[in-house]
């Protein structure tokens, strides 16, 4: 193979690449996303610097089915997201995540910097309530429960008419950011990063609200319980339709460290 057509590869490895060029499409991606209180230490110390809590001592944990994506297949994933501060922005920092598929977990890491390691995490309707479930070397260290279709976002029962899914479409378009770790040959870091992006082309097809509950279990190799529950605030539930663009460097801690420009 040419040189050309080496630097022409989307990934490793060279004989069948783990995925191809973005950017990526995901259609028909379901959330379950409970909201809680945690401890503000714990918050900190997962922050990494220069991101700085933003007050609000509150996590996201998140359950994804996505049946339908791109270049990664059908897969679901599950994980822990942090409200923080960038240079006084809002970001959300994804601290955490747990998935059942190959291709993305490579392309999440190594493109993103998404903390991918694989787990088993579940999705599903049981009855009266959404469950989300997440397993780590045959131990279940995370049940999130919602109530099901609880209170409709997008559709006014009473007034009988359609609702905007602008406050949905506006969560999920919310920089979001990344550490990103790449060792260099020798153990050294040859990438030391946070990177930000933006999902874009959102198209929310349902989405509803409810009271819901969370239980993390303590797991060395699967830390949710970290950031310990203090109090459920609430359950968001929707599908949609989104691209997962390219992102950028918001900050290099290599080039600060010598003294360079971000």
């Known amino acids: 193979m040419s040189e050309d057509r080496v630097l022409g590869l989307p990934s490793m490895p060279m004989a069948s690449p783990s995925y191809p060029p973005g950017p990526y499409r995901f259609i028909d991606r379901e959330y379950l996303i409970i909201s809680y209180e945690s401890d503000p230490e714990a918050i900190g110390a997962a922050l990494p610097a220069p991101l700085r809590p933003d007050g609000s001592n509150s996590v996201l944990y998140e359950f994804i089915r996505m049946p ?3 270049g990664f297949g059908d897969y679901t994933e599950s994980g822990l997201v942090i409200p923080a501060l960038f240079e006084g922005r809002h970001v959300n920092f994804t601290a955490q995540m747990y998935l059942d598929d190959e291709p993305p977990i490579a392309g999440g890491r190594e493109i993103w910097g998404f903390p991918k390691k694989r787990g088993e995490p579940k999705l599903a309707i049981e009855h009266d309530t959404l469950t989300g479930t997440l397993s780590y070397a045959g131990i279940m260290v995370a049940i999130g ?3 099901y279709k609880h209170q409709h976002l997008l559709y006014d029962v009473k007034g009988r008419k359609a609702c905007s899914s602008a406050s949905i479409v506006d969560k999920m378009s919310k920089t979001q950011v990344n550490l990103k770790l790449i060792p260099d040959v020798d153990g050294s870091l040859a990438i030391a990063q946070l990177v930000a992006y933006e999902l874009t082309d959102i198209q929310v097809k349902g989405g509803w609200s409810g009271p819901a509950r969370l239980h993390l279990v303590p797991h060395v190799n699967a830390p949710v319980a970290d950031l310990p529950v203090r ?7 929707f599908i949609a339709d989104l691209t997962l663009p390219y992102g950028r460097v918001l900050h290099d801690y290599r080039a600060a460290a010598s003294g360079g420009a971000r």
């Open 68 to 70: 339908d994506s791109s």
């Open 145 to 147: 429960t919602m109530s």
């Open 231 to 237: 109090r459920a605030t609430g359950g968001l539930h």
